[in-house]
């Protein structure tokens, strides 16, 4: 049977890119830290996939297995040469941990066969296939680059599927929105995997995603957290907050038609499709899960302060973007380990500091200026 290969058995690994891959007539292992969850793959080899809907459709997902990549080295090397495919879906800032495990990998797989490794990471930033690449490259010599680079295949991605923190302890199933999209950047011919969609040129795509999905998200979590709201659903229910997703979300809409040149109307359905996404009371999607990790938010390309800055660069309008920055700023919950840090550094630093240091913003530049602005009304 074909294998894949995928680092990150959690909410997008299981209920995303693995279920992909079984549906396409692989065998996934999956490679983790969480002993509980590789011990339970082993075991159970099968999980379902169940879809947020009234009818909670459900898929069982088989041909599984797991690996812990601290404990189990070889195993994961031997994976590796053995696979069609290595993704990830397991953070953006744990990327370089793993890379000097699959950069072993490569090498052994390099010195016994010349077979195309497609590698694709599947996570929420732009060129993360690209920055994985750099951190393995960091762990191999010069002979085996070249190999590497002649053999394995490194492929930009986006993805798309809203699937929450699960509320099932123990268990290995995992609850999903239906909708779901993955667009693989490549103009090679690349085996079919199921319900993968292949384009020449990522960017209008994955630009598109975050500034829309992944912008009108952040918005919804860090207004949600400051009104004390549970959930996304529950926040987008509160007629303010509603608007204020609808003006960012229009923000970022007028720079991605003026770049992209897409057609408005289209673009309006787009974004009316992701609203009604965020409405799906079944999802009991938590505004800490959607708001974690605001360092990274925060970072100049990321959700909030690309889109602003690109805004501003083209002339158009920021200021519900810089609002949304100012929120994010405050969100202040206590077991996010960079939300914590955040609030640190605004504490010990200041605003200014902050979008310097975190969001590559001058304090002369006019955006610094507006998000100070609506920082201060905000905190109130
Ligand atoms: N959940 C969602 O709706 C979506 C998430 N994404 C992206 O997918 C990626 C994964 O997100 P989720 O699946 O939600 O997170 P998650 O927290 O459910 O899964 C991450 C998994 O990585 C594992 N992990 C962490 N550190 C590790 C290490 N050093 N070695 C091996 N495994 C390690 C964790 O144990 C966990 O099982 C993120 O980049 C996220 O932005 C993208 C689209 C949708
Ligand atoms: O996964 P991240 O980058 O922390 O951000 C949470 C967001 O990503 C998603 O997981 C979906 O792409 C959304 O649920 C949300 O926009």
């Known amino acids: 049977m074909k294998?894949?290969?995928?680092?990150?058995?959690?909410?997008?690994?299981?209920?995303?890119?693995?279920?992909?891959?079984?549906?396409?007539?692989?065998?996934?292992?999956f490679v983790d830290i969480a002993e509980q969850i590789i011990n339970q793959?082993?075991?159970?080899?099968?999980?379902?996939?169940?879809?947020?809907?009234?009818?909670?459709?459900?898929?069982?997902?088989?041909?599984?297995?797991?690996?812990?990549?601290?404990?189990?080295?070889?195993?994961v090397v031997e994976a590796i040469k053995e696979s069609a495919f290595l993704t990830t879906a397991i953070g953006p800032n744990i990327l370089p941990r793993i890379a000097p495990l699959i950069a072993k990998?490569?090498?052994?797989?390099?010195?016994?066969?010349?077979?195309?490794?497609?590698?694709?990471?599947?996570?929420n930033q732009i060129s993360a296939t690209d920055l994985l690449k750099g951190y393995i490259?960091?762990?191999?010599?010069?002979?085996?680059?070249?190999?590497?680079l002649a053999n394995v295949s490194f492929l930009n991605s986006a993805v798309d599927r809203i699937v929450p923190i699960q509320n099932n302890q123990g268990s290995l199933d995992v609850l999903v929105e239906p909708y779901h999209?993955?667009?693989?950047?490549?103009?090679?011919?690349?085996?079919?995997?199921?319900?993968m969609k292949i384009v020449p040129e990522l960017a209008p795509y994955i630009e598109r995603k975050l500034f829309t999905v992944n912008t009108g998200h952040?918005?919804?979590?860090?207004?949600g957290y400051l009104a004390n709201k549970e959930t996304i659903d529950q926040t987008l229910a509160d007629e303010e907050i509603h608007k204020q997703v609808k003006a960012t979300l229009g923000e970022t809409g007028a720079y991605l038609i003026n770049e992209y040149n897409l057609d408005p109307e289209d673009h309006q359905k787009y974004i009316d499709k992701i609203i009604s996404r965020f409405q799906n009371a079944h999802l009991h999607d938590g505004v800490t899960r959607v708001g974690r990790s605001p360092i990274r938010k925060l970072s100049p390309d990321d959700?909030?302060?690309?889109?602003?800055?690109?805004?501003?660069?083209?002339?158009?309008?920021?200021?519900?973007?810089?609002?949304?920055?100012?929120?994010?700023?405050?969100?202040?919950?206590?077991e996010d380990e960079e939300a914590v840090k955040l609030q640190a550094m605004i504490k010990e630093h200041g605003v200014a500091y902050v979008l310097q240091e975190v969001c590559g913003l001058a304090e002369s530049s006019e955006l610094a200026k507006e998000i100070n602005r609506h920082y201060g009304v905000l905190k109130g």
């Open 105 to 123: 990998g490569l090498s052994a797989r390099v010195e016994e066969t010349s077979e195309k490794l497609y590698v694709i990471a599947c996570e």
């Open 41 to 75: 793959l082993n075991e159970e080899k099968k999980y379902s996939v169940m879809l947020a809907t009234d009818e909670q459709e459900t898929v069982t997902i088989e041909n599984v297995s797991g690996l812990n990549n601290i404990k189990q080295e070889n195993e």
């Open 218 to 223: 952040a918005v919804i979590a860090y207004f």
């Open 303 to 334: 959700r909030l302060v690309r889109p602003a800055s690109q805004a501003q660069k083209a002339g158009l309008s920021y200021t519900n973007l810089a609002k949304a920055i100012a929120a994010a700023m405050l969100f202040d919950y206590k």
């Open 3 to 29: 294998k894949a290969v995928h680092f990150g058995a959690g909410n997008i690994g299981r209920g995303f890119i693995g279920a992909l891959f079984s549906e396409s007539g692989y065998h996934v292992v």
């Open 137 to 148: 490259m960091e762990h191999l010599d010069e002979a085996v680059k070249e190999k590497v």
């Open 181 to 195: 999209e993955w667009v693989v950047e490549t103009t090679q011919d690349i085996p079919p995997i199921e319900g």
